[in-house]
Structures are given as structure tokens and as C-alpha cells.
């Protein structure tokens, strides 16, 4: 496949780095609704908040995360980057799917949950037993999908553990005695 040349690859980081953001901004700023915002007083209240959450993810999060997800299949395939030239790239290629998949199949279920139980039950969804375990599920699922993508930011920043077959750490000159 015919490799981009140095324009290409600052677009191709660009786009990647702007869908970076936005999968790292919808993340902070759900987990920060989750932990932050006061417990509502009304039912409207605890449906917006719901449908607040659900919206971030639906229109921010989600193609965020695929943006990273092709961006980087991109990148990987136009460049001298690769699929497994370096750890790094392995690691967060891995992390990306994984995320994706756990953002998928265990996050969005329970945010998309969420709104229904506020518009049917008002702010007695607050003592439903499925709403506050999805309420404690997208807390702690969040975090660690927060923690993953900043994990990933900081392997594309310093890119530690380059090259495959490597040692990990270097081998030293003997000195002489």
C-alpha cells in the first residue's frame, strides 16, 4: 500500500488528535457529572441530567472513540508507524479496542438506561435498584475508561518501549578495571 508522505501524516495526526480530545473530553466531562453534580430536586431534572449524559456519550465519546479507532487504522496503514513495529503502538492498539468494546457493550447499555427510568419513575428512580447500579456501573467503568485514554495519550507522547525484540533496558559497556 503506497505510504503518505509528510503532509499526509499532519493531517492524518491532526484528525487523530482532535478525535483524541474529543473521546478524552466526553469522558472527563461525564465522569465529572457523575461525580459532581448535585442530586436533582425535580423529576425534569433527573431526566435532563440522564439525557445530558446519554447525549455526551451518543455525540461526543462515541465518535471520538471511532475517529481514534480509524485515524489510527490510517495512520498504521499509510505510514512507517505499522501495527507492530513498537510496543507502544501494540499497547494501544489493544487499549483502543478493548475501550471501545467495554465502552460498547458495558457503558452505553447502562447510560442508555438511565433516561428511560428517570421519564417513567421521576426522582423515585433514584431508589430503583437498576438505576443506582447502573448509576455505580458507568461511575467506576467511566473512570477506568478515563484512566485508559490518558494512559494511551501518554504512550503517544513519550512512546516508551520502541521496537520489538528488544530488551527493556539497554545493555551497558563493560568498564575497564
Known amino acids: 500500500m503506497a505510504k503518505v508522505g509528510l503532509r499526509g501524516l499532519r493531517i492524518l495526526k491532526t484528525f487523530h488528535l482532535i478525535t483524541a480530545c474529543l473521546w478524552l473530553?466526553?469522558?472527563?466531562?461525564?465522569t465529572l457529572m457523575l461525580f459532581?453534580?448535585?442530586?436533582?430536586?425535580?423529576?425534569?431534572?433527573?431526566?435532563?441530567?440522564?439525557?445530558?449524559?446519554?447525549?455526551?456519550?451518543d455525540?461526543?465519546?462515541?465518535?471520538?472513540?471511532?475517529?481514534?479507532?480509524?485515524?489510527?487504522l490510517l495512520i498504521s496503514l499509510l505510514t512507517q508507524w505499522g501495527f507492530f513495529k513498537h510496543r507502544w503502538i501494540i499497547i494501544k492498539w489493544v487499549?483502543?479496542?478493548f475501550c471501545i468494546l467495554f465502552g460498547t457493550f458495558f457503558l452505553s447499555p447502562t447510560v442508555n438506561g438511565?433516561?428511560?427510568?428517570?421519564?417513567?419513575?421521576g426522582l423515585m428512580a433514584?431508589?430503583?435498584?437498576?438505576y443506582v447500579a447502573n448509576y455505580h456501573?458507568?461511575?467506576k467503568g467511566g473512570i477506568f475508561q478515563?484512566?485508559?485514554?490518558?494512559?494511551m495519550i501518554w504512550l503517544s507522547v513519550f512512546k516508551p518501549l520502541k521496537g520489538r525484540g528488544k530488551p527493556l533496558i539497554p545493555k551497558t559497556a563493560e568498564l575497564p578495571d
Do not use: H
Open 95 to 97: 487499549l483502543t479496542v
Open 114 to 121: 438511565q433516561p428511560r427510568i428517570s421519564a417513567e419513575e
Open 25 to 30: 473530553g466526553g469522558a472527563v466531562g461525564l
Open 146 to 151: 478515563l484512566v485508559s485514554i490518558v494512559f
Open 137 to 139: 456501573s458507568n461511575l
Open 36 to 57: 459532581g453534580m448535585p442530586l436533582p430536586e425535580t423529576d425534569g431534572q433527573l431526566y435532563g441530567y440522564n439525557l445530558s449524559c446519554k447525549f455526551i456519550d
Open 59 to 72: 455525540f461526543v465519546i462515541i465518535p471520538g472513540a471511532i475517529g481514534c479507532l480509524l485515524t489510527g
Open 126 to 130: 433514584l431508589a430503583n435498584v437498576d
